[in-house]
């Protein structure tokens, strides 16, 4: 397999192939439905690290107590070793959340999502949150507006998900290159129906999430 950068699609030879396609994910009716999945999947691996092959984040032990040591994120972690990454649910007075679709050449490439991220070194978990919101959707968000409201632990990562009941105008809204391609607001119930679809990434939290939030809400 090969990865190139194509800036243009010049005409097809009178031979062998009939017709050339873009798409964001793999298309239907594949020659070898066995085999390019697989490679469409290491080549996901493989763009992901070209996009954070630099990052570095502060490392937590076990009890989520700072170490005072970094780490290369695209690097194994040692069993012991956790770092922070966090998810920011952006919703509006009408109850309508801000989400973001993924770049092509990303995990989950093509799908809606949350805004999120891995925290870099010096960040706490708010700070993050914050600087997600800005750089995957140009919103500033605000830290009165923000409140954790679930904090998971899996795959050595501490995970918090932020919640910013804040309005905000679509057209305000900033993709960034590479990381996301499309923006548009969802209701619960909208972000549920495209789980089912599978035009959102999914996530095992999702309705309990939801359910904090509702209950947030009312209050």
């Given amino acids: 397999m090969f990865y190139a950068e194509i800036s243009k699609l010049g005409d097809m030879p009178d031979f062998e192939m009939a017709e050339v396609g873009l798409f964001d994910g793999l298309p239907d009716n594949l020659r070898f439905p066995e085999i390019t999945p697989v490679l469409y999947a290491r080549l996901q691996e493989w763009l ?9 984040c502060d490392v937590y032990d076990a009890n989520r107590q700072l170490t005072g040591r970094t780490h290369r ?14 998810l920011v649910c952006i919703i509006n007075r009408n109850g309508e959340f801000l989400i973001t679709k993924r770049a092509p050449g990303k995990h989950w490439a093509g799908m809606w999502e949350f805004q999120g991220g891995a925290a870099t070194a010096g960040d706490d978990s708010l700070t993050a949150a914050i600087r997600e919101g800005k750089e995957e959707a140009g919103i500033s968000l605000k830290p009165e507006n923000g409140e954790l409201m679930m904090e998971l632990l899996f795959n050595h990562r501490f995970f918090d998900i932020w919640l910013f009941i804040q309005d905000f105008d679509i057209k305000d809204v900033v993709l960034q290159p590479g990381e996301t391609v499309d923006a548009k607001l969802a209701t619960m119930d909208e972000i549920r129906a495209m789980i089912q679809s599978g ?21």
């Fill in 48 to 56: 992901l690290f070209q996009l954070v092959k630099d990052e570095i």
């Fill in 73 to 86: 994120r695209v690097d194994p972690m040692p069993p012991a070793d956790y770092h922070l990454v966090v």
């Fill in 199 to 219: 035009e959102f990434v999914p996530d095992d939290f999702i309705e309990e999430l939801f359910a904090k939030i509702n209950k947030r809400l009312k209050t």
